[in-house]
């Protein structure tokens, strides 16, 4: 073989492990993520379903993409919840930021109308649509540091993205006749997705609060209290939706969602650390 030809092929050679590399790590995680789901689901005797969104440097020129509750997503739920047994236990481990509020919206609803226990839990984050979700669980753990977040409908339009809420109190603070028609039927919609989701959230809680709680729980998340992105801690979550809010997750949670960040090339990680015990004088060397 000539000099020339052996480079081709050394640069062949690289090609095919760059193409390769990333197909065979996300693979090897993927066989991890079972393990882990597979350990978890034997402990709690329950079907364990994940719905976590992060940035995952999965493409071959490592760019990452973000996640959010989708209608596929809303689809593989569904048929999950489907697949499992009528009177099975069913854990959800939700992180994500929130996503379209139709597919947050079937899946609450699928989870609510199963007859086993459904429980959600909560390492991190479940804002908007995964709070949606969590409201339809009979039980709620929670991370002592994680957090839900408001379901208070947004509306956008080619101009930007309003709270439903701040759209409708300018009808409260401006005259009708000072108010232009865009902002009018803005306001509509508006009116129409507030009553829409008071409505979602009460189906999905009625039969568990009375009917005064029901309507506190509804008027803090989705009448524009807070801003959407309010971080709802898990001691607010608590006080807000009682003793079905727990705080603690099993072991298993936390190594499964260190299985979901992959990268293909190497970087500086943006958090250090290295841990150290602490050496305690005694009185002597004090």
């Known amino acids: 073989?000539?000099?020339?030809?052996?480079?081709?092929?050394?640069?062949?050679?690289?090609?095919?492990?760059?193409?390769?590399?990333?197909?065979?790590?996300?693979?090897?995680?993927?066989?991890?993520?079972?393990?882990?789901?597979?350990?978890?689901?034997?402990?709690?005797?329950?079907?364990?379903?994940?719905?976590?969104h992060r940035q995952e440097t999965i493409s071959l020129?490592?760019?990452?993409?973000?996640?959010?509750?989708?209608?596929?997503?809303?689809?593989?739920?569904?048929?999950?919840?489907?697949?499992?047994?009528?009177?099975?236990?069913?854990?959800?481990i939700l992180h994500t930021p929130g996503g379209i509020a139709l597919a947050a919206t079937q899946i609450a609803f699928a989870l609510k109308d199963h007859k086993g226990k459904k429980t959600v839990m909560i390492p991190h984050y479940a804002m908007s649509g995964g709070t949606l979700i969590a409201l339809a669980a009979d039980e709620i753990l929670m991370d002592p540091h994680a957090v839900l977040g408001p379901v208070d409908p947004q509306l956008g339009d080619k101009q930007g993205v309003y709270a439903a809420a701040s759209i409708l109190k300018v009808l409260e603070k401006k005259d009708i006749d000072k108010i232009d028609d865009r902002t009018l039927i803005l306001a509509e919609e508006s009116r129409k997705a507030m009553e829409q989701m008071k409505r979602i959230v009460r189906?999905?809680?009625?039969?568990?609060?009375?009917?005064?709680?029901?309507?506190?729980?509804?008027?803090?998340?989705?009448?524009?209290?807070?801003?959407?992105d309010y971080p709802i801690t898990a001691e607010e979550a608590k006080r807000l939706l009682g003793d079905r809010v727990k705080l603690g997750l099993p072991d298993e949670v936390y190594s499964l969602m260190s299985l979901y960040r992959m990268e293909v090339r190497p970087r500086r990680p943006s958090v250090e650390f290295v841990p150290?015990?602490?050496?305690?004088?005694?009185?002597e060397e004090a």
């Open 1 to 52: 073989m000539d000099f020339v030809g052996l480079i081709n092929n050394i640069w062949l050679l690289i090609f095919l492990l760059m193409v390769l590399t990333p197909k065979l790590q996300q693979s090897a995680l993927e066989r991890a993520r079972r393990r882990e789901l597979a350990k978890l689901a034997k402990k709690r005797g329950s079907n364990v379903i994940t719905l976590i």
């Open 61 to 92: 020129l490592g760019i990452p993409i973000s996640r959010y509750i989708d209608i596929e997503d809303s689809e593989e739920v569904l048929r999950a919840i489907r697949m499992t047994p009528p009177d099975a236990p069913i854990d959800i």
């Open 203 to 228: 189906r999905l809680i009625e039969d568990k609060y009375p009917e005064e709680q029901v309507e506190r729980i509804v008027e803090e998340l989705v009448s524009g209290v807070y801003t959407h």
């Open 276 to 283: 150290i015990t602490p050496i305690h004088k005694t009185s």
